[in-house]
């Protein structure tokens, strides 16, 4: 029942929550990691959090620490965005990628992504 791409955006109000979710490869190499990115109108896409596969470590951008938890289900390759205290400059597409861990880049190729939308 696994959907390929992002899924789980929505509307919401200023600080309401979301959970998004996305499939993984699941590869067990140690620079194998699974990131979410988001991009706001007229703006360029920005990293916002990974984790790595294998020990589940995870790392943030100073913009979303602190509201935003990545998470993984190794046993369904699923990877999730759980978004607390959502502002309106949350507002944007949000992606989910491959990403090799040891650089926080996207390898893979770019989904539709879902739509995430906060109204004051």
């Known amino acids: 029942q696994v959907q390929p791409g992002e899924s789980g955006g929505g509307l919401v109000q200023a600080g309401g929550s979301l959970r998004l979710s996305c499939a993984s490869s699941?590869?067990?190499?140690?620079?194998?990691?699974m990131g979410w990115f988001r991009q706001a109108p007229g703006k360029e896409r920005e990293f916002l959090a990974a984790?790595?596969?294998?020990?589940?470590?995870?790392y943030y951008s100073d913009s979303v620490k602190g509201r935003f938890t990545i998470s993984r289900d190794k046993v369904k390759n699923m990877v999730f965005l759980q978004m607390n205290s959502l502002k309106p400059e949350d507002t944007a597409v949000y992606y989910c990628?491959?990403?090799?861990?040891?650089?926080?880049?996207?390898?893979?190729?770019w989904g539709q992504g879902t739509q995430v939308t906060v109204s004051s």
């Open positions: 699941g590869l067990t190499t140690s620079w194998y990691g």
């Open positions: 990628a491959a990403v090799d861990i040891t650089t926080m880049t996207q390898y893979g190729s």
């Open positions: 984790i790595r596969w294998t020990d589940g470590s995870t």
